[in-house]
């Protein structure tokens, strides 16, 4: 335990109850078992369970609207108003609430891992866990740093709190409030612990563009050449699997900064999803699941033997796994790398449409972010009977504060500036849809990965793709020596039938237009042309 340099009183928070500040894992760990909070596993993870959130509330998050943020967030269906007098009651509510409790825990963490470019944010929960949680997902400051810890924001998260949407102008009883004036964010009704992580990389999301860092939703490692490769995708895509590889040196899995001098990792943890997790397919992040400092969120366990089953959705399918980053073997021992000479864009194409992987142009690779393309598949939510396109700009628009032209420009920038080789890959289907094709084999994933990153593509031939115009290799020797038909390169080759491939593919591409159509005044010349050809009609 570390003392508090700046006690809460300092930021007029009043209140009676016992403060732990700056507590340890195995402190933190106890303090979650004797609550009730959590139990652990036969190998010493802590398993908890979130109760009806099981996953982000996006629609319960809201921006203060004020002065400062009027024109510089992207206001919206990503960024939700709220008035600066709703935030005020429910702040005073919130005070409130924090002076009748009679235990508090208190972390003071960095989000950012380059000195320069980091944030000081206290976090204050009711809930032991969560503190473990956030503690093990943001960047700890030493002792000495703690000494003189001055948070510039603060996290009050309160899963017991209940919004009032007559008087706070929320929604229902839930509520994620940012006030990017008064550098408070306020967390109530919902257990689920990774608000507290997203809200520290939407603060960077928003400060960060001013300095001309570009942050990212992105997973990073380093090659053996000390090259940097970050990874962009949505959930599901592959982000903490194949940036998790025990030949490459692990930054980080989710959340990163691109400065003129590194990428760094805005954590110190990672927060991976657990459902349907295999040794054999994910060795390095199962391991992490039989350590002590690990929180298993909604992971079923057997109450008598505690044994895991990673299987089992009944309580999510969003099962997630929080870990200290150095749980994976060979990691950044700062958390940063060198700036990136690959930029990887990830997207499980449930449509069987993209190529295993495609070259990119820069203004193709600014078309693509700017997208944000993945597919949901049939039986994921109620309804989805169809391969479902979604499309998140940025890999992340939830996150991002900014119009998602700030974030695009200084991809595009830093890309050029670098000469950065940047590639798209489809870790969806292959040889039809979702229901007819079969998932891309992962041995094919990670074989014209590795070619792409160590250099084995640059001189093979490439033909031009006819619907989207980015360049995909026509023959890569690696998927013969992994035993792999060289005919997975061309996804209409794939498909028994090949009419039905075509209209497939036009109607993706349909969808591509009609989602970037919103983006085309706010990009040059040269992005609206990476877009791909209107479909003709047969």
Known sequence: MTPLAHPLSSQGIETSAEIHPNLGTPELVEASISSGEGALSKDGALVVKTGAHTGRSAKDKFIVRDSVT?????????????????????????????????????ADLFGGSQAEHRVNVRVINELAWHNLFIRTLLVRPNTDELADFAPEYTIIDLPSFRADPARHGTRGETVIAVNLSEKLILIGGTKYAGEMKKSVFGILNYLLP??????????????????????????????????ADASRTLIGDDEHGWSDTAVFNFEGGCYAKMIRLSEEAEPEIYATTKRFG?????????EQTRTLDFDDNSLAENTRGAYPIDFIPNTSADNLGPVPSNVVMLTADA????????????????????SGYTAKVAGTEIGVTEPEATFSTCF????????????????????????VQCWLLNTGWTGGKYGVGNRM???????????????DLD?????????????????????AEAGIDQTILNPRETWADKREYDATAHK?????????????AHVDEGVRQAAPDAPVAA
């Not at 050449?225 to 959930?235: H, P």
């Not at 690990?294 to 057997?302: A, F, H």
């Not at 980015?470 to 020797?477: E, I, K």
């Open 210 to 243: 001013t300095k001309g860092v570009m942050p990212m939703h992105c997973s990073a490692n380093i090659g053996p050449d000390n090259k940097t490769a970050v990874f962009f995708g949505l959930s599901g895509t592959g982000k903490t699997t194949l940036s």
């Open 294 to 302: 690990t929180v298993l969120e909604n992971v079923v366990m057997d």
């Open 396 to 419: 992340g628009a939830p996150f991002m504060p900014r119009h998602p032209s700030v974030y695009g420009n200084l991809l595009k920038e830093r890309i050029a500036k670098g000469g």
């Open 441 to 455: 084999p992962i041995k094919a994933t990670r074989a014209l990965l590795n070619a792409a990153l160590n250099g």
């Open 459 to 479: 001189n093979v031939e490439y033909r031009r793709d006819d619907n989207f115009g980015f360049d995909v290799p026509v023959h890569v020797p690696v998927l």
């Open 351 to 370: 449509f069987g449409v993209l190529p295993p992987i495609a070259r990119l142009t820069p203004e193709q690779a600014m078309y693509h972010f700017l």
């Open 70 to 106: 009027e024109d510089t967030v992207w206001w919206g269906k990503v960024n939700a108003s709220m008035t600066p007098e709703h935030f005020a009651a429910l702040k005073q509510d919130f005070l409130g609430a924090l002076g009748e409790k009679e235990t508090l825990y208190v």
């Open 508 to 520: 993706l591409v349909q969808l591509f237009i009609d989602n970037f159509a919103e983006f085309e």
